[in-house]
C-alpha cells in the first residue's frame, strides 16, 4: 500500500472513531441511567402493622410495603436492615443506613440530625389501660406506671422530655424494645398504662377484651421517613415517590389493607385457653401463622453461629496461649505476649453482649450481621479457649519437654509431637464445656436483630401475648441441646480414659 492509501486508511480509521462516538456515549448514558440507585433502609421490624416479620420471618408491613412502591416508581433498589429502634439514629449518623422508616416523628431535636420526608401518615397518642383500672388523660396517668417503646413519641411525652400535647405528672416510664412487650406489661400488671399510637391501640385492645383504649385530645402526630443529613436528591426521590404513590390509589390501597382490614380481622386472643383448651391454646401458639417455623430457624442460627464461633475462638485461643507460653519460656515479655494479656484481661473483664455491640455497631457498622456475631463470639470464646489452653499444656509433665530435648527435638518440634499430643486429652473435655456455653451465649443475638432461639421465642410472645409456654419450649429445645452434648462428652472422656 502507497503512501497515499495508507493516509486514505488512516482518515477513514479516524472519520468511522468520530462516527461512532455518539453512539457510544449514548450507550453508555443508557447504561448509566439503567443502573439503579440502592437505598438501604433501616426499620424495627417490631411494631407492627407499620413494620414487622411475616410468618417466613421476611419484614413486610406498611412502611415496607408503601416505600417498595415509591421505590418502583422512582426505578430505584432498597435494601432493608432490621436493628433496635435505638439503634437506628446513631446508624444513620454512621452512614450505615440512609432512611430510616420506624413510624418516626418529626421533632426539632431529630431534625438537627436527619432531614424528613413529606408527611405519610398522622395518627394520635392513645393511653391503653386495664377495663379493671382505667385512666383516661394525662391527669389520671400522672404518678403512675406507664410503659412506653422506647425513643418513641409516647416516650418524650411519659417522661416529660416535650409538654407540646399535655404534661404527664411524676410519672414511672417503663422503657421497651418493642410495643407488644409494653402491652404485656400491662397485662401482667406491671404497668398501669401503655401510651401508643392509635392504629395500634385500636389493634391491641381488638385483640384483648381486657383492654381499653381512650384517644389524648390534642394530640395529632406526623409520621415520616427519616433521611440522612443533606441528602436532598434522595429527600426528592422518596417526596416524588410518594405523591405518585397517592395519585395512583396505591397509597389508599395500602391504608385499607394494614390498618382498616387488620383492625377487622384481630382476633382476642384474651381468652384462647378458656374457649379452646390447653391443646387449643398450644395450637394457637405454635401452628397458627406458622409460629414454630422460628423455632427452627432460630435454633439453626444458634447452633451455626455457636460451632463457627468455638473454630474461630480455638483458632485464636492456640495462637494466643502459645504467644503467652512463649514469652513464659524466655522469661521476658514481648510485645505480642503483653498484646495477648490484654486481649485476655479485657475480654474476660466485659460482657458479651456488650462486645456484641461494638463489633456490629461500630466494627461492621450494621453490616454482615452473621458475621460480626462469629467474629464477636470467636473473640470472646479465644480468650477463655486460651486459658484453657495454656492450662492443658502446662499440666503436661516437664519430664516429656526434658525427653524431646533429649531426643534433639526443637521447642516447637516438642511442643507439636509431644506436648500438644498429650494435652489434648485435658483440653477436649473443657473445650466441648465451651461449645455448651457458648450455645447460651447466644441468646443475646437478638440484641443486633438477629432471630436466634431466644428471640424466636420472644417474637411469638409478642404475637400471642403468652409469656410462659413460648420461653418455656425454647429453654426446653437449649435444655435437650445441651443434654445430648453433654451425654456426647461423657462418652468421649470415657474414650479418652480407656486409652490412657
Known amino acids: ?91 444513620m449518623e454512621a452512614g450505615d443506613v440512609q432512611v430510616i422508616a420506624a413510624g418516626i416523628g418529626p421533632t426539632e431535636d431529630r431534625k438537627k440530625s436527619v432531614d424528613f420526608s413529606d408527611v405519610y401518615y398522622t395518627g394520635t397518642q392513645c ?93 395529632a402526630e406526623d409520621t415520616v421517613f427519616c433521611i440522612e443529613k443533606g441528602n436532598t436528591e434522595l429527600v426528592q426521590i422518596i417526596n416524588d415517590g410518594l405523591a405518585k404513590v397517592k395519585k395512583s390509589g396505591e397509597y389508599d390501597d395500602l391504608y385499607q389493607k394494614y390498618f382498616v382490614d387488620t383492625l377487622e380481622n384481630s382476633e382476642d386472643v384474651t381468652d384462647v385457653t378458656a374457649t379452646d383448651g390447653f391443646l387449643g391454646l398450644l395450637s394457637f401458639i405454635f401452628l397458627q401463622d406458622n409460629r414454630w417455623k422460628f423455632y427452627i430457624n432460630g435454633l439453626g442460627i444458634t447452633l451455626i453461629v455457636s460451632l463457627l464461633s468455638v473454630i474461630v475462638g480455638i483458632l485464636i485461643g492456640l495462637v494466643v496461649a502459645l504467644v503467652r507460653l512463649g514469652a513464659a519460656k524466655k522469661g521476658r515479655r514481648t510485645i505480642l505476649s503483653t498484646i495477648a494479656d490484654i486481649y485476655v484481661d479485657v475480654i474476660r473483664g466485659t460482657p458479651s453482649v456488650l462486645q456484641l455491640m461494638i463489633i456490629y455497631f ?66 477436649l473435655p473443657a473445650m466441648g464445656n465451651e461449645f455448651i456455653q457458648l450455645i447460651k451465649e447466644t441468646s443475646i443475638l437478638g440484641y443486633v436483630g438477629i432471630m436466634d432461639l431466644t428471640k424466636a421465642a420472644s417474637y411469638v410472645s409478642s404475637r400471642t401475648y403468652q409469656m410462659f409456654i413460648p420461653l418455656i419450649v425454647a429453654g426446653i429445645m437449649y435444655y435437650l441441646i445441651v443434654k445430648c452434648l453433654s451425654l456426647l462428652l461423657k462418652r468421649f472422656e470415657r474414650r479418652l480414659r480407656e486409652s490412657d
Open 127 to 219: 393511653i391503653i389501660s386495664r377495663k379493671d383500672n382505667p385512666i383516661k388523660d394525662f391527669e389520671e396517668m400522672s404518678g403512675k406506671t406507664v410503659a412506653v417503646l422506647e425513643g418513641a413519641q409516647s416516650d418524650m411525652i411519659a417522661s416529660g422530655e416535650t409538654t407540646d400535647y399535655g404534661e404527664v405528672k411524676d410519672a414511672k416510664v417503663k422503657r421497651f424494645k418493642n410495643a407488644s412487650s409494653a402491652v404485656m406489661e400491662l397485662k401482667n400488671g406491671g404497668a398501669d398504662a401503655v401510651l401508643i399510637d392509635n392504629i395500634m391501640a385500636e389493634i391491641y385492645c381488638k385483640q384483648n377484651s381486657d383492654l381499653q383504649y381512650e384517644s389524648v385530645p390534642s394530640t
Open 362 to 427: 461500630a466494627v461492621f457498622h450494621s453490616r454482615l450481621g452473621y458475621v460480626a456475631a462469629v467474629i464477636s463470639f470467636g473473640i470472646n470464646s479465644g480468650a477463655y479457649v486460651s486459658e484453657v489452653i495454656r492450662g492443658g499444656i502446662l499440666s503436661v509433665d516437664k519430664g516429656q519437654s526434658e525427653a524431646g530435648r533429649s531426643l534433639g527435638l526443637g521447642y516447637k518440634d516438642t511442643m507439636r509431637f509431644i506436648i500438644i499430643p498429650q494435652a489434648v486429652k485435658t483440653i
Open 1 to 91: 500500500m502507497g503512501r497515499n492509501g495508507k493516509s486514505r486508511a488512516l482518515i477513514c480509521f479516524v472519520l468511522c472513531m468520530i462516527m461512532a462516538l455518539p453512539v457510544y456515549f449514548s450507550s453508555a448514558v443508557a447504561v448509566k441511567a439503567a443502573e439503579q440507585q440502592t437505598i438501604i433502609i433501616g426499620t424495627n421490624a417490631e411494631y407492627s402493622p407499620f413494620e414487622y416479620l411475616d410468618d417466613n420471618g421476611n419484614i413486610t408491613g406498611f412502611d415496607y410495603d408503601l416505600l417498595e412502591a415509591i421505590a418502583k416508581e422512582e426505578n430505584v433498589k432498597l435494601v432493608w436492615k432490621d436493628m433496635p429502634f435505638d439503634s437506628l439514629m446513631g446508624s
